[in-house]
């Protein structure tokens, strides 16, 4: 089985811009959430989609964004870019049920300038 | 809020002996737990998970413990091997959040020859 996939892998942006990053989950698992990875405040939840619904969303501001597609692949959005949402971004996949465990893709390392 | 704390930032372990890697939580609803093992510049490997209806769960030389009364739990890696060198994550979920995990800070394991 393919693990989950996040495109692109690498993206430099500038102050204001906006960016759209995609994660294709695991064959099979229907939940995708996102997590933001930085030095200062470490992996923390952005959201967590399921069944084209979002269901749960972490604390940030609303210019991130997010939504998933019927055949569960996912797309988060940063609008108006600033220079603290540069970080990894990693989006992970699992199957329904608060038991099953999450699994990671490498993450889109985004950096604003 | 941290409600999920590795106290240990680092950790030095000789090849071949065991690393006891420690994780405390703040909240009582947290009821499954999961360890992830981390490289620089990729995402994280699930490794091993417990549920809290029991207290020990072994998978190879990884074992984990919970301590539910103590809000504690560690992760056993026996015997330790340089492969093993990586950021350790502890991450506690809420059934009732379903797919969010609770990232404590990580605690970076070095294994030595």
């Known amino acids: 089985k393919a693990g989950v996939t996040q495109t692109p892998r690498y993206l430099i942006k500038t102050r204001g811009q906006q960016v759209t990053l995609s994660c294709s989950p695991i064959s099979g698992h229907r939940s995708v959430s996102w997590y933001q990875q930085t030095p200062g405040q470490g992996l923390q939840f952005l959201f967590e989609y399921f069944s084209e619904t979002q269901r749960n969303k972490g604390n940030f501001p609303g210019r991130f964004s997010g939504r998933q597609f019927s055949n569960s692949r996912s797309e988060m959005n940063v609008s108006t870019l600033e220079l603290g949402d540069s970080a990894l971004y990693l989006c992970?996949?699992?199957?329904?049920?608060?038991?099953?465990?999450?699994?990671f893709g490498p993450g889109t390392r985004l950096t604003v300038t | 809020d941290q409600q999920v704390k590795q106290n240990s930032p680092s950790l030095s372990v000789q090849e071949g002996r065991i690393s006891i890697l420690n994780c405390d939580y703040t909240?009582?609803?947290?009821?499954?737990f999961l360890w992830y093992k981390k490289y620089p510049a990729e995402g994280p490997t699930f490794l091993i998970s417990i549920s809290s209806i029991k207290d020990k769960n072994e998978d190879g030389r990884f074992t984990v413990f919970l301590n539910k009364s103590a809000k504690h739990l560690s992760l056993h890696i026996v015997p330790s091997q340089p492969g093993d060198s990586a950021v350790y994550f502890c991450?506690?979920?809420?059934?009732?959040?379903?797919?969010?995990?609770?990232f404590g800070r990580g605690t970076q394991l070095t294994v030595w020859p």
């Open positions: 991450a506690p979920k809420e059934g009732s959040t379903l797919g969010r995990l609770y």
């Open positions: 992970a996949s699992s199957q329904q049920g608060a038991s099953y465990e999450q699994y």
């Open positions: 909240n009582s609803m947290f009821d499954y």
